[in-house]
Every structure is written in C-alpha cells, then in structure tokens.
C-alpha cells in the first residue's frame, strides 16, 4: 500500500482486516466528517448516527455501539441465527448449481429478511 496525495476523493480498499483497521484508525477523523447529503436521509429514513459530525455525540454513540451492538456478546447471541442463514444460503446455491441456473447475490433481499 503506498500513499497517494490528491486532492480528489479517493475510495480505499483495504485487503486484510488489519489494514482496513489501520485505516480507519489511521483516518477516523476524515471518515467521520462526511458531507451531509440527501442520499444519506434517505437511505438511513432521516435517523443516521452513522453521519453524525465528529464530537462528543459521535464518539459516544460509536463507543456504545462497539459495545453493545458489535460486543462478542451480542454477536455470540445470534450466532444460532447466522448460522441457520448461512446454511439456508449455501443450500439455495447448491441447488440452483445443481439444475445449472444462475444466482445473482445482489437481487436477493430476502436473504437479509429485507433489512
């Protein structure tokens, strides 16, 4: 990975979870001042801490949501559940390999129960 001085924005692709890591730790402050746009209300229904300026709100809510929402705790508790999604997801694929007809990945919403 070697750095590059632009002006323009630039998407980074991280290839390993630790250099997306280094990343966003590296650049926190670049990533959490994004513009506010109308995309962004509509796709997040107008509520987004996600967007939020970088202050004491943002690193609270991120704080909190490291914890409670992302915490091996939580994660562990719907690990049943991922599981079973997992499988019913590999399954399906099996299957439609098996008759020889195509799946695309990006049009099934119901493998995240519409989320």
Do not use: C
């Amino acid at each position: 990975m070697a750095p590059s001085f632009t002006s323009k924005p630039v998407l980074s692709i991280a290839s390993s979870p630790e250099i997306a890591k280094e990343l966003l730790k590296t650049n926190e402050l670049t990533f959490s001042a994004r513009k506010h746009t109308t995309a962004i209300d509509h796709l997040t229904y107008n509520s987004s801490f996600a967007f939020a300026p970088h202050g004491p709100y943002w690193k609270f809510i991120k704080k909190i949501s490291k914890v409670e929402l992302l915490g091996a705790r939580t994660l562990d508790k719907f690990l049943p559940i991922r599981s079973q999604e997992l499988q019913d997801f590999v399954k399906l694929l099996f299957e439609k390999s098996r008759v020889g007809e195509r799946v695309n990945v990006t049009v099934r919403r119901h493998w995240t129960n519409d989320l």
